[in-house]
């Protein structure tokens, strides 16, 4: 039971996009359209479990027993990276429409500051394997959520009136400030 609260922890109460800030390039540059922003969060959320878990591994196997932990970044930046390239060549290869509508922002995964924010928290935090799968999971969920739900609502932001001072970007970042303050309510949970 508290593996579980753990992980809904990190989805809702310590969510990466809206209590960190992390990923929001992604959340902004993908989630004009649901079905490229439920891809994108799929292909993020599947890289960032990963990538947590291997990250665990290439810390605790490697880095520490080297005594190497200064190049703990570039470590897991490489391994990211040979993820989102193998994702890529998989999306290619069975989805090229979809590969078509993620365009650039997949290999833009690597840098993504959720990827490779994760982990670093996770070694920051000092958890254990489990631990650091279920954050990785947790938190690549959460961003999934948060791209999902910030989709459905800029779809229907674009069906609305708004002031020319607000239309575009601004209305966007007004929604997910308050799409962050109503997540700011799950903190009781837990």
Request: one cysteine or more; hydrophobic letters at 60%.
């Amino acid at each position: 039971m508290d593996y579980l609260l753990f992980l809904v922890g990190v989805v809702l109460v310590n969510n990466m996009v809206l209590v960190y800030f992390l990923g929001l390039c992604p959340l902004m540059g993908v989630s004009s359209k649901l079905d490229a922003s439920i891809s994108m969060g799929g292909a993020t959320a599947l890289v960032m479990t990963l990538g947590t878990v291997a990250s665990w591994l290439i810390e605790h196997y490697v880095l520490q027993p080297l005594g190497i932990g200064f190049v703990r970044i570039l470590a897991y930046i490489v391994v990211i990276a040979g993820m989102v390239q193998f994702l890529e060549i998989v999306i290619r290869k069975s989805s090229p429409m979809l590969h078509r509508s993620l365009g650039i922002y997949l290999p833009l995964i690597t840098s993504n500051c959720a990827v490779i924010g994760v982990p670093l928290i996770s070694v920051r935090e000092d958890h254990t394997l489990l631990e650091a799968g279920l954050y990785g999971f947790g938190a690549a969920m959460g961003f999934a959520l948060i791209m999902v739900i910030f989709s459905g609502l800029r779809e229907r932001l674009a069906l609305a009136t708004v002031p020319a001072a607000f239309a575009g970007v601004p209305i966007a970042f007004v929604t997910a400030g308050l799409l962050a303050m109503t997540f700011m309510g799950f903190g009781g949970l837990i």
